[in-house]
């Protein structure tokens, strides 16, 4: 059977199966299944997952995996023609090393958006402009003329494009970019993986309005006190909705004023 991969639609970890194949040219060679997380998870779905509540899963022939990196490297290798992970053993010590930085600069763009003090919002600011700092230098110390880390958009542009999109949020609720002239080769690097082809799965309109309720501080499909429907639902659509208020400080919009009933 073909593979599942059990998902949610605008989900970053998602995503980065979704960039894989498309740069492979199979995106028919895996079926996904939405899972609307405002509601309860379906008990064959947890037992699938052996309880976990996290996406994405796939589900193969075999048995079920886990960790969207482990589902990259599987479905590179499943599907070598084109690869996406570098050729040689050294490349792909650079190309992991790289990786190895994403799990730090996705929890500091995440804890920045879903920051509720006004008093520690420079912190979090300062930590967001250190993990790029981090991406800067070692980008400059491996290929310091190019754009991205390689010759092409590879595994690790799969791995952290979607990070990109998603901090958009940051830029919306936060008014965070990169501004520094010294952080010139990430962002070179950054905006070319924001505009690959095989990357558009989805747009800042769309995560700006469902990821409100992180801004507010409720992550994952949690309701924030007083309101009644999520920002994750799926109706009515995201593109029927007003833009949420970008003054995240300044209390909650309800539901009424996201255009969510």
């Known amino acids: 059977m073909a593979p599942i991969i059990y998902h949610i639609p605008v989900c970053p970890f998602s995503q980065r199966v979704e960039i894989l194949l498309e740069l492979k040219g199979r ?34 022939a075999q048995g079920v995996l886990k960790e969207s990196l482990v589902i990259l490297r599987y479905l590179d290798e499943l599907f070598p023609d084109p690869a996406v ?15 190895a930085m994403e799990g730090d600069f996705t929890g500091a763009g995440y804890r920045f958006v879903m920051n509720q003090d006004p008093e520690r919002r420079e ?21 310091p003329g190019g754009t991205f880390l390689f010759d092409r958009f590879g595994l690790a542009e799969a791995v952290f494009t979607p990070m990109f999109m998603r901090f958009w ?48 501080g409720a992550g994952n499909g949690a309701l924030p006190t007083g309101r009644s429907v ?32």
């Open 169 to 216: 949020f940051l830029d919306y609720y936060e008014g965070f970019d990169i501004t520094d002239e010294r952080l010139g080769r990430v962002r070179r690097w950054r905006d070319a993986c924001l505009a690959h082809p095989a990357a558009q799965q989805v747009g800042k309109e769309e995560i700006i309005k469902l990821y409100y309720d992180y801004a507010i």
């Open 85 to 99: 992970a570098r050729a040689t053993p050294y490349e792909r010590a650079i190309e992991s090393m790289l990786i």
């Open 27 to 60: 995106r028919e060679a895996v079926r996904f299944k939405v899972v609307d997380i405002t509601r309860p998870r379906d008990a064959a779905l947890l037992e699938l997952s052996r309880g976990s509540t996290a996406l994405p899963i796939m589900q193969t």
């Open 123 to 143: 912190a979090f600011r300062e930590a967001m402009v250190a993990q790029y700092r981090r991406l800067n230098d070692f980008l400059e110390w491996q290929n």
């Open 230 to 261: 999520s920002s994750f639902a799926f109706e009515p659509h995201w593109q029927k909705r007003p833009w949420p208020p970008r003054a995240k400080y300044s209390g909650t919009a309800t539901d009424a004023e996201l255009g969510l009933v």
